[in-house]
């Protein structure tokens, strides 16, 4: 079945480490996004990238990085550097990306990877 | 920027009742906007959208309808079951498919 994959669903880290978390597609998708949420705060972007080899930041992208090298693949990593990272972390992506007010795609949500800093 | 506000919750309801979740939404231009549900430890699935003044989108008995002259969006459904107790959070598109989400509104259906 085509969908999103992240991985781990749970992990724990201790402060000072960097951990990334994986996000794979098979939709064919061009666009992929990382969003947070946290409790009463609903989600926000952090990256997204639009094609591969390119990737802009999204509103909270400090402590954080990412890749694009294939287009099925935008792997997140939480460095040391963002002072709060425990928080439930979703990557999605869209068939469209396109302009706002045009017929924009839906985006397809994985089933999220919650990250606990110890 | 753009920004969402979606009433509190939680939203109390025994099975059947009439749901009535509030949106609006400050943006510019005229953006596609969208109800996502969430259902525990699970990811976001879109509900329903709309793309233009006064659209309709509805799905699973759930309705809401773009009002350009109150920027709002309100999330409707007849009679509510136990299975849509969920999060919904309602959003638009800030452009290249980037959404700005509300803070989301958890629902709780009693049998």
């Known amino acids: 079945d085509g969908g999103i994959t992240q991985s781990p669903k749970y992990l724990f880290r201790k402060e000072g480490q960097n951990v990334t978390l994986s996000c794979e597609q098979n939709?064919?998708?061009?666009?992929m996004y990382w969003y947070r949420q946290d409790p009463g705060q609903g989600l926000r972007l952090i990256y997204y990238?639009?094609?591969?080899?390119?990737?802009q930041k999204g509103d909270i992208a400090e402590g954080y990085s990412v890749s694009r090298e294939k287009k099925e693949s935008f792997p997140l990593t939480v460095t040391s550097a963002q002072k709060n990272p425990t928080a439930f972390y979703l990557c999605?992506?869209?068939?469209?990306?396109?302009?706002?007010?045009?017929?924009?795609?839906?985006?397809?949500f994985g089933e999220g990877s919650r990250l606990t800093v110890l | 920027g753009n920004s969402v506000t979606q009433m509190e919750g939680p939203v109390t309801l025994s099975e059947e009742a009439f749901l009535t979740i509030n949106c609006t939404y400050t943006?510019?231009?005229?953006?596609?906007l969208f109800w996502y549900v969430q259902y525990p430890g699970e990811g976001l699935q879109l509900l329903l959208k709309?793309?233009?003044?006064?659209d309709k989108g509805s799905n699973k008995g759930f309705e809401a309808t773009y009002r350009k002259e109150t920027t709002s969006f309100h999330l409707e459904k007849g009679s509510v079951q136990v299975s849509d107790s969920a999060v919904y959070f309602c959003?638009?598109?800030?452009?290249?498919?980037?959404?700005?989400f509300g803070k989301g509104t958890m629902l709780l259906v009693s049998p």
């Open positions: 999605a992506s869209s068939a469209y990306f396109g302009l706002a007010g045009s017929n924009t795609g839906e985006l397809f």
């Open positions: 959003a638009l598109d800030s452009g290249y498919s980037t959404l700005t």
């Open positions: 939709l064919n998708h061009d666009a």
């Open positions: 943006a510019t231009g005229y953006p596609s």
């Open positions: 990238s639009q094609i591969v080899n390119d990737f």
């Open positions: 709309a793309t233009k003044a006064d």
